[in-house]
T-cell receptor, first 116, second 112 residues
């Protein structure tokens, strides 16, 4: 079956430092990967949508300078939170999909980021 | 862009009663609709995916209704049990595979 492994599951970083999270797609080709953030007590906001061999599209309020994303092949994507501060806390979720398919987005388990 | 409004933000029902959560959306081109369940500290669990062509979908212990005319999507849990206590999110997409827009969520509590 199709699965998305996301790691780490939880991480704590000091204010001003950076942390990287990764997603691995298994059983399908992750042509598109969407990264979401759920801040405490809030819903899921789309950070950016990455499609292999295309430019990464960032949503308003999110930038490449703050959340650089790598999507080098059809099974892997990573995102870094640079200079993390308190407002970056939350659950980060990657969702991968195979394009031109009616398959749903396959979500990873999420990376819970705490900032001290 | 798409806007999704979800109501109510909090819902408390007794065990065995039904619970209804509703979302309205704005984009008439929306075609794929999702309901997710998020238990405390956990990630999203897909409950059901609904296509625009199907208006009623039944799962285990719940029914999803889609009213395209009113742009309204609802999740109806029948005979709620303690395991249903969680946050529920609707999500809407025009193409089903890429950008999906989430509702604000409903925190459902089942009282004994």
């Amino acid at each position: 079956g199709a699965l998305v492994y996301q790691y780490p599951r939880r991480t704590i970083c000091k204010s001003g430092t950076s942390m990287r999270m990764e997603c691995q797609a298994v059983g399908f080709q992750a042509t598109s990967v969407a990264w979401y953030r759920q801040s405490p007590q809030k819903t899921f906001e789309l950070i950016a949508l990455s499609t292999v061999n295309s430019a990464i599209k960032y949503e308003q309020n999110f930038t490449q300078e703050k959340f650089p994303i790598s999507h080098p092949n059809l099974s892997f994507s990573s995102m870094t939170v640079l200079n993390a501060y308190l407002e970056d806390r939350g659950l980060y979720l990657c969702g991968a999909s195979q394009q031109f398919s009616n398959e749903r987005l396959f979500f990873g388990h999420g990376t819970k980021l705490s900032v001290l | 862009g798409e806007q999704v409004e979800q109501r109510p933000p909090h819902l408390s029902v007794r065990e065995g009663d039904s619970a209804v959560i509703t979302c309205t959306y704005t984009d008439p081109n929306s075609y794929y609709f999702f309901w997710y369940k998020q238990e405390p500290g956990a990630s999203l669990q897909l409950l059901m995916k609904v296509f625009s062509s199907t208006e009623i979908n039944e799962g285990q212990g719940f029914t999803v209704l889609l009213n395209k005319k009113d742009k309204r999507l609802s999740l109806n849990l029948t005979a709620a049990h303690p395991g249903d206590s969680a946050a529920y999110f609707c999500a809407v997409s025009a193409n089903g595979n890429e950008k999906i827009t989430f509702g604000a969520g409903t925190k459902l509590t089942i009282k004994p």
